[in-house]
C-alpha cells in the first residue's frame, strides 16, 4: 500500500498553505500521510537537519518504492538530494516550486536554502519513475525561468498555473485540487 509525505519549505510548516487540506484529503481515503515538522529558520533550517528527521523515518521504514512524497518551494529540490543522497527509490514526486542554485533574495531565505542545492539533480530520475512539477508564470519569489530549468532537468510532466503566484496561502492556495490527480 502507498504512503505519503507533504514536505513544506522555508519559514513554512506542516499547518500551512494547502498542506492541511491535503493531508485531510488523503486521511479521508484512509491512506497513511505523513507531514514532517521540520526546523525552520536561520540557524534551524539546513540540509543536515532536514536529513536527520527525514533519516528517522527512513531508518523506520516509512520511505520506500511505495511512497509518494509532495513537497512546496525548497523541499523539491531537498527530496532530490535526500533520495539521491541515501539512493533510495521512491514510487512518485508531485513538486512544487521547485528550484535549485537559486538565490531567493540575499538574506536569510538563501542562508536557509543553500544548503539544500546540488549539482546532479537530474540523478533523481534514477530513484523515481513519476515526477510532476507544478509552477506558475507570476512567482514573486522565485522566477519562473529557474522553476522551468528544475522542471527540465527533472520531467516532462510539467503543469504550469496562470497568475498562481507561489502557490501558497498568499495566492489563495489553502486548497490544491489538482494535487488529487497524483495519489
Known sequence: MNNY???H??????????IPWLRKELEQKELSVYTPDLPSGV??????????????YLNAGLIN???????????PVFICKFLI???????????ICGF?????????FDKVNSSMFLDNLSDIKSYCDDIICYYSDNDPYVKYDVEKEFADAITDKQY???GGGHLNAEF????????????
Request: one cysteine or more; hydrophobic letters at 35%.
Open 5 to 7: 509525505f507533504i514536505m
Open 9 to 18: 519549505g522555508s519559514f513554512a510548516s506542516p499547518f500551512s498553505n494547502w
Open 43 to 56: 540557524g534551524y533550517q539546513n540540509y543536515d537537519t532536514w536529513n536527520e528527521i527525514m533519516t528517522c
Open 65 to 75: 518504492e511505495n511512497t509518494i512524497i509532495y513537497g512546496h518551494s525548497i523541499a
Open 85 to 95: 543522497e541515501h539512493k533510495i527509490k521512491v514510487k512518485r514526486l508531485v513538486l
Open 100 to 108: 535549485n542554485n537559486y538565490e531567493v533574495d540575499g538574506g536569510d
Open 160 to 162: 504550469v498555473i496562470s
Open 172 to 183: 489563495g492556495y489553502l486548497e490544491f485540487k489538482e494535487l488529487l490527480k497524483h495519489v
